[in-house]
């Protein structure tokens, strides 16, 4: 029988699923062997780029958002919470006082984590793309090699948000805190498959969008499960001159439930997974600029009206993170 601990997956090659189910051995959620994960066959190549238009993680998919988000309250859920600080000593002149990492334990029950991995699980996870800028992803298996489900949910990171909402500062930079993005993205991590040190690209919210313009600055990572520490998997901070073989700064071992919170200036990594499997849920806490307030000097600066046509000129995404 093959031996999947030392089988090394890829994005373009996942798990088939005897494999997949063999990886979930000695691995449990909720009292339960924890769910393998289901991989939705595609046909795309390796450096292939997607436009919005091309929904490469089919984002228009129907998705049923969990029951606990109607059979729990997060503000009791929010109790049950416990909260640790990560010591942060790559933090620039620029951002003393502003950057952050919180470990928050109890976020989500293991019960309900399981009910999260089995809903992602009817849609299927597709290779993990990178955002490439302009709207554009791209299949770059070196640069991210992992698997991915991506549906938007208002009604799951609004209960997610009530739950954290105390840790995030109401103000950060000088803009404020508004809500966390809807658009979840489920990651699936196989033997072999890590995501090398990056800083979290931001995210500003489409031109299409209600709130558009509104930002990142927090990242919120939700682990779905335990991931024994021998087999890999952490998310770990480093320093940015960090050689190769310097240990992490910090070093935050998935544990269901909890969540992972920084600011999006952290340098980190997802650490190679070498046996069984990693689910984690990533988001992001979404900040607004302040309008700024008008001075009534008795003279009425006529509004400048802007041509329909021509583009705004929003931020471009960068690259974005997930570990």
Known sequence: ????KQVAYTSARPPSVEQANRLTEGLTLAGRRLEAPLFHATQWSEQQVFSVEDDPDRTRQPWEPPSFIRSKNPIAQREKTHVEDVPLENVSEAMRGVSFARFV??????????????RVNKKGYTPALLNIGQGLQKLDAYARDG????VDSPELTAWLFEVIKPLLPETLGGSELIDLNERCRFLCYTPGQSFPAHHDGRYSRPREHPHCGDFSRVTIQL????????AGGATNFLKMSARS?????????????????????QYHEGELLTAGLK???RTEAMYRKPKP?????????PERVRDPTSPLQ??????????
């Not at 334990?105 to 089995?118: F, K, W, Y």
């Not at 682990?223 to 021998?230: A, E, K």
């Open 293 to 301: 307030a008008s001075t009534n000097s008795g003279y009425t600066t």
């Open 1 to 4: 029988m093959e031996d999947t």
């Open 105 to 118: 334990r109890g976020v989500l029950d293991e019960e309900d984590c399981a009910e999260l991995v089995a």
């Open 147 to 150: 698997h991915r489900v991506i």
């Open 223 to 230: 682990y779905l499960h335990d991931v024994p520490s021998q």
């Open 245 to 265: 073989d310097e240990p992490p700064v910090f070093r935050c071992q998935p544990v269901a439930g909890s969540v992972l919170l920084f600011t999006q200036d």
């Open 314 to 323: 929003l931020p471009i995404r960068k690259a974005g993170g997930g570990s």
């Open 279 to 281: 689910y984690t849920l």
